[in-house]
């Protein structure tokens, strides 16, 4: 049974199980998903993330009612032009799209062709938001005009980035991170954020050695953007290691809507309620 959660955390995480590092098994994805549909924390939750490779091949076959109302979000791993495929297999398992999520482009790539070609698919689809994923190098800048313009127009397009990966250099560091939640900012342009946000508070991977954002950085410098403050600031709040001064940028803006910020996957979603509960931004006292 769900129990109304703040609305600043409210769909902050969506269910990414089947992605790594937790790389379920889809039964086992699926089944995990209701169970955290029908939970206390069930608002914090988002639609499960599925590979529109698996969906194309379907995989979704037999695991679900379709009178259930089942919702997910289609990440484009195949390809945009491979995407109406994959969506062709949705409708006569009674699953519900939400939000689809495609890479653009290759980092160095000019994003302008892909975008063309996502806003194509994009005017066919009802009800559904799309995400951009937008490689921070070359043709950022152009690309967020080129969203906020297509959003100006009426199309339900916005932007994601990726926050983390296999490799270092794909983690963005606090000061890139800071000007395009700016940039985003300037443009009225929300975003989502995918990849590396396993904890709250900004950390060093011992495993790794690479050290990854945290989501309840992302959260308080976010706020702060919304509210004029500069990439310098915005940079300050994301390089936080001390989880205080972060709790102190929410105070009195639990039941306030996010700003800007849709959300971010996690292949987790006890490991952000935890960090959100010792935080106080979710009540776990609700559970009982």
Partial sequence: ??????????????????????SASLPDAVAAHRRHRADWYADLVGPL?????????GELSGLVDPAEGFVIGLIGDTGLDRLPLALSFLPPLGVAVRQVEAPVAKRGEDPQPGLAELFKLTERLADVAVFAEIPLTFGLTAA??????????????????????????????????????????DRQLP?????????????????????????????AATLAA???????????????????????????????????WVGFGSCSIVEPLTDLIRLGLVNGRNQA
């Fill in 1 to 22: 049974m769900s129990t109304q959660l703040p609305a600043l955390v409210a769909g902050l995480v969506d269910d990414a199980a089947v992605f790594p590092p937790g």
């Fill in 49 to 57: 993330l599925l590979p529109a490779s698996k969906v194309a091949a």
């Fill in 144 to 185: 967020l005009d080129t969203l906020a313009e297509a959003r100006s127009r009426g199309l339900p397009v916005a932007a994601k980035f990726r926050t983390g990966g296999l490799a270092a250099e794909l983690f963005p560091t606090p000061a890139e991170l800071a000007a395009v939640i700016c940039a985003c900012r």
């Fill in 191 to 219: 975003f989502k954020l995918t990849a590396g946000l396993h904890h709250a508070v900004r950390h060093l991977d011992p495993e790794t050695g690479i050290t990854h954002h945290g989501f309840a950085n992302v959260l």
């Fill in 226 to 260: 919304a509210e004029g403050a500069g990439v310098g600031t915005v940079t300050e709040l994301l390089t936080v290691r001390d989880e205080r001064p972060l709790v102190q940028q929410f105070e009195g803006r639990h039941d306030l809507a996010r700003p800007l």
